[in-house]
């Protein structure tokens, strides 16, 4: 059973960064594409990020390129989050998504794609 660990979320101004951290364990981390989404309050879930499995191809939201940089390390099972100029706007659950993937350079920006997730961290942007 494949299991996912999101860290790192919590209370900062805007214009700081954070880095967030996804420790995954059982099945084969290193041929999974990986995603970060995010859900506001009141808000359905949202695409932020994804990562192939060989970290060689990767895929923003619009509002996020520029500011947030998705990194693996296959050696550690994890992927990571590197969120900077954070803005209100950003604030909400981090939510951390695993997927077999058919080949290393495939990323997925949609939720339907991923069938294994994490419990999320929470990122809160004050103004």
């Known amino acids: 059973q494949v299991q996912l660990v999101e860290s790192g979320g919590r209370l900062v101004q805007a214009g700081a960064s954070l880095r967030l951290s996804c420790v995954v364990s059982?099945?084969?981390?290193?041929?999974?594409?990986m995603g970060w989404f995010r859900q506001a309050p009141g808000k359905e879930r949202e695409f932020v990020a994804s990562?192939?499995?060989?970290?060689?191809?990767?895929g923003y939201k619009a509002s996020a390129k520029g500011r947030f940089t998705i990194s693996r390390d296959n050696g550690e099972n994890t992927v990571y989050l590197q969120m900077n100029s954070l803005k209100p706007e950003d604030t909400g659950a981090y939510y951390c998504?695993?997927?077999?993937?058919?080949?290393?350079?495939?990323?997925?920006?949609?939720?339907?794609?991923?069938?294994?997730w994490g419990q999320g961290t929470q990122v809160t942007v004050s103004s």
């Open positions: 998504a695993a997927r077999g993937a058919r080949d290393g350079e495939s990323w997925y920006g949609v939720e339907y794609e991923y069938s294994n």
């Open positions: 059982g099945g084969t981390f290193s041929r999974y594409a």
């Open positions: 990562i192939s499995w060989s970290g060689n191809s990767a």
